[in-house]
């Protein structure tokens, strides 16, 4: 059992995750190797080799753990995290403050072609995963003991991938992650100071200085962050408000889906396959207990879903490590206008 440490000097949780270390696709993270399909545990045909199916896309009449499934969700064989009685308040220890690593940490296979990236999805496929997103968000939104679920993906070695094979991650956590906590608190003090969403703010003013728009099609929109922190971050939001990705329609996340595709696809052209990790964050689980009482009052106002995409094109180093500001050398509005120039 791993274990999350709170860092009381940089505010911030971390999981400790002493068996991790020894699985062997670290090996291949450190070696640059990727395992072909043959040996690969989430080709279709290969479905013993992960932890039993928690649920799946499949077609009709297929059954749990049969090799024809469109999407796959499992548990991690290496979790970072996992469930179990969580029976822990934030207590007297001020200093070093630890509780059992609990939580969810879940894989999603995305397809069964081992060779294909998310922008070479059939509509339908992706259609398929933002889906699975949206049901894997809803469940664990009713566990009242874990506070957020992130879904991420890695695509690339560089980025993190230690498999090949198209898939993403969900991590559930019974605390709120800094980035998050950040975020949250940004948006509820700008929604006390303005009386609007800071995101739907940021849209309008994307579209009228439309120097950052890389796709807009009325439903989903994705610009190149203004105060980006790598070349082409890039950041996509639904048009219109909501804080909640998983009480999204059908129809909004059709329209994600071939946005995804889009940008992904310009990234790829662009930059010969960039390593990227993007990350959904929507919001937090308000049935968990809030930081304050009355903490959540404003969010359905406040905070909008947002996925961001980093493309892993730079290394961090010190000068980022030790001060958190980062020094970004593609201007974004560059970034925008390069993307635009691509044929798709
Ligand atoms: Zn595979
Ligand atoms: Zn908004
Ligand atoms: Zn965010």
Redesign the pocket.
């Known amino acids: 059992m791993s274990e999350l440490r709170y860092d009381a000097l940089q505010r911030r949780w971390v999981i400790i995750a002493t068996e991790r270390q020894h699985r062997p696709q670290d090996f291949y993270t450190h070696q640059d190797i990727k395992p072909s399909g043959g040996d690969c545990p989430f080709c279709p045909g290969n479905e013993d080799q992960t932890p039993p199916e928690i649920t799946a896309i499949r077609p009709e009449g297929s059954k749990s753990n049969d090799s024809d499934w469109h999407v796959r969700v499992t548990q991690n064989k290496y979790p970072a995290l996992q469930l179990g009685e969580i029976d822990w308040e934030l207590g007297e220890e001020r200093l070093y403050e630890r509780t059992p690593g609990h939580g969810v940490h879940e894989v999603i296979i995305e397809g069964q072609d081992h060779n294909k990236s998310m922008d070479e999805f059939s509509p339908e496929l992706i259609f398929d995963i933002m889906k699975t997103y949206r049901n894997r968000l809803s469940v664990h939104m009713q566990n009242l003991y874990l506070k957020y679920t992130l879904i991420f993906k890695n695509h690339g070695v560089k980025a993190g991938a230690s498999l090949a094979h198209p898939h993403s991650q969900l991590i559930a956590t019974p605390v709120t992650p800094r980035t998050i906590r950040i975020e949250l608190m940004s948006t509820l003090r700008y929604f006390a100071e303005t009386g609007n ?1 800071m ?2 703010d940021m849209i309008e003013r994307e579209r009228v200085e439309n120097s950052r728009v890389v796709y807009d099609d009325g439903v989903i929109i994705a610009f190149n962050s203004f105060a980006a922190r790598f070349p082409f971050e890039l950041l996509v939001v639904p048009v219109k ?1 909501s804080t909640f990705f998983e009480r999204e329609d059908d129809r909004t996340l059709r329209h994600l889906g071939i946005c995804l595709k889009d940008i992904l696809g310009r990234l790829r052209k662009a930059l010969d396959d960039p390593p990227y990790n993007y990350m959904l964050h929507s919001g937090p689980n308000t049935e968990a207990k809030p930081i304050f009482p009355g903490f959540w009052s404003t969010l359905e106002k406040d905070f ?1 879903w947002h996925i961001e995409i980093i493309p892993r094109l730079v290394r961090t180093a010190g000068f980022e490590w030790g001060s958190g500001l980062h020094i970004n050398p593609v201007p974004p509005e560059r970034a925008t206008a390069f993307l635009n120039e691509i044929e798709l």
């Open positions: 969403c995101i739907c408000h909008h």
